[in-house]
């Protein structure tokens, strides 16, 4: 099984085993501000490295596999909106990989195949009702009902970056204002730290990135945070509030036995996730927020693609 991670920053491609195990894998950079056709080509250039690579030929494959970041249309096999990869819009990105390769193809969005493939073999393994949620340059979302992955009426559930957390706040890709991704994704936080450093608050943010204020990313406010900065710990501590609003909102809505946080940011651990657990604790339903566990996910950057194996190997029906 050849599967594939879309997102805003990488290109994820794995050859992935009947039982779950990765095979070989080739990682390349979106460089999603270049627009569609440069990614797709980008996209393709991975697939035909690893083929390469492994000795395969497509007669090899039963299928191809995509999760990709934006809202799907599950039917049409069309990404109709990614604010994280600029210029997509109704591209019908299974149809031209079926082309390309000639083979069937398989089209999902991003974080519902992490929610699968963490359940079945990472952090969510034995639960049945389970959120994920990626916090990484955005925020996405997948929904586990009874064991199934939920993707809604058309296709558009767990779009949870886009709640709205404050109804005045900063307009986001998507054209609303105030969504949780806004205020508490890796790139809120860099931008965060960034606003605070140019209105002239002190930082040793700024020395790490040699007074090149527009180099900060998340990964140093981290590292700064750690460091015991009072800046980058306080913008950290900003976004875990806000993280934890959002999952009031969905822990009171779900009422989930296990929330998995994934994606890049969650790599600070507890500095993120405890004062996010403290506000669900203090805000959300107490029935709700005493059963539920909120826990940092287990495979990384794999999840999306071994997910999306999954969702081929049930022929594109949410696997149980």
């Known amino acids: 099984m050849l599967a594939l991670d879309l997102g805003g920053t990488k290109i994820l491609a794995v050859l992935v085993s009947r039982d779950g195990h990765i095979i070989d894998s080739e990682r390349r950079p979106t460089l999603a501000t270049e627009g569609p056709p440069r990614v797709i080509e980008r996209l393709f250039g991975a697939v035909d490295s690893l083929l390469e690579r492994g000795g395969l030929d ?6 191809i596999s995509i999760a ?9 096999g069309i990404v109709t909106l990614s604010p994280n990869l600029p210029g997509w819009r109704n591209i019908p990105l299974r149809d031209m990989v079926r082309e390309r390769y000639g083979i069937e ?23 049945h009702h389970l ?11 997948g929904i586990i009902i009874d064991g199934k992955g939920y993707i809604g009426h058309s296709g558009g559930a767990g779009e949870i970056g886009h709640i709205t957390i404050d109804v005045n706040g900063p307009v986001c890709s998507c054209g609303n204002k105030g969504c949780l991704e806004m205020l508490a994704s890796g790139a809120a936080v860099a931008r965060e730290a960034r606003r605070r450093i140019t209105a002239g608050e002190r930082s040793a943010l700024t020395e790490m990135v040699s007074s090149n204020i527009e180099a900060i990313t998340a990964e140093y406010v981290g590292a700064a945070a750690r460091a015991n900065d009072r800046l980058a710990q306080d913008v950290i501590a900003q ?20 929330v998995i946080i994934g994606g890049g940011l969650a790599k600070l651990g507890d500095l993120l996730l405890e ?7 203090a805000r959300a339903f107490p029935m709700a927020a005493q059963a539920v566990r909120i826990v940092p996910a287990a495979l990384g950057d794999d999840a999306g693609v071994l997910g999306a194996a999954l969702f081929a190997r049930s022929r594109g029906e949410p696997p149980k």
Do not use: C, K
């Open 275 to 281: 004062p996010a657990r403290q506000v669900v604790m």
């Open 68 to 76: 990709a970041a934006g809202a799907i249309n599950y039917e049409e």
């Open 131 to 141: 959120i994920y949620l990626t916090v990484s340059t955005g925020i996405g979302g």
């Open 239 to 258: 976004a875990a509030n806000y993280l934890g609003v959002g999952l009031v909102n969905i822990v009171n809505i779900f009422n989930p036995e296990l």
């Open 105 to 127: 193809v398989f089209l999902m969005r991003d974080a519902n195949a992490a929610a699968l493939g963490e359940q079945r073999y990472g952090a969510g393994r034995g639960a």
């Open 58 to 63: 497509l007669s090899q494959l039963d299928s």
